[in-house]
């Protein structure tokens, strides 16, 4: 039973562009939600979270959403540049602390 | 910032041998960690939590005996696979809380192939 769900296995976005990454959960009891940029045979990198009492937080070019009563969130990269190419993890676990649920990732393409 | 390191990058080993696989913690230390695996195209998923000076909890569907835990310090925290297989070939991940409620960190991961 898959807990984090990330339904686009690949997205293309033209350079400049924004990306939108999605992502759906099924527990209610998840209360920080993370996103993780990963290369091919290399750890996963902390992008940016977001905790339950907030709907939207805010880094630079990156931007996480989070719509509690729908169990979704979403990633925005605004303008997105050829190295935001790579595999994009969505995870979520019930405390800061807690051990990490992560969806099955969507792959960024970034178009010249 | 928190580093994580992982050793070995990557492995080679036959068949019905061990392999055993290093995760430290280089600038702060955990008295938790967590062991991940994933497979080509796979998602991360969750094998075990590593608590240093007690037993590791295991997810469900992991084998406790194949995949020895130990969480010697506050520092290292270790994975053995035992007996290896070829289906055992994965890429293993560890990764580990760094203090103040920060996000996890993760190592670059080991890519161990059984032959």
């Known amino acids: 039973d898959q807990q984090v769900k990330q339904n686009s296995p690949s997205l293309s976005v033209q350079e400049g562009r924004i990306s939108i990454l999605n992502c759906d959960y099924t527990?209610?009891?998840?209360?920080?939600f993370l996103w993780y940029k990963k290369y091919p045979a290399e750890g996963p990198t902390f992008l940016i979270s977001i905790s339950s009492i907030k709907d939207k937080n805010e880094d630079g070019r990156f931007t996480v959403f989070l719509n509690k009563s729908a169990k979704h969130l979403s990633l925005h990269i605004v303008p997105s540049q050829p190295g935001d190419s790579a595999v994009y993890f969505c995870a979520a676990s019930m405390n800061r602390d807690d051990k990490i649920i992560f969806g099955k990732g969507t792959r960024l393409h970034i178009l010249p | 910032g928190a580093v994580v390191s992982q050793h070995p990058s990557w492995v080679i080993c036959k068949s019905g041998t061990s392999v055993k696989i290093e995760c430290r913690s280089l600038?702060?230390?955990?008295?938790?960690m967590f062991w991940y695996r994933q497979f080509p195209k796979q998602s991360l998923m969750l094998m075990a939590t590593s608590n240093e000076g007690s037993k590791a909890t295991y997810e469900q569907g992991v084998e406790k005996d194949k995949f020895l835990i130990n969480h010697a310090s506050l520092t290292l925290s270790t994975l053995t696979v035992t007996s290896a297989h070829p289906e055992d070939s994965s890429f293993y991940i560890c990764?580990?809380?760094?203090?103040?409620?920060?996000?996890?960190?993760f190592g670059n991961g080991t890519r161990l192939t059984v032959t």
């Open positions: 600038d702060f230390q955990a008295t938790t």
């Open positions: 527990n209610s009891m998840f209360d920080y």
């Open positions: 990764s580990a809380p760094p203090p103040g409620h920060s996000p996890l960190h």
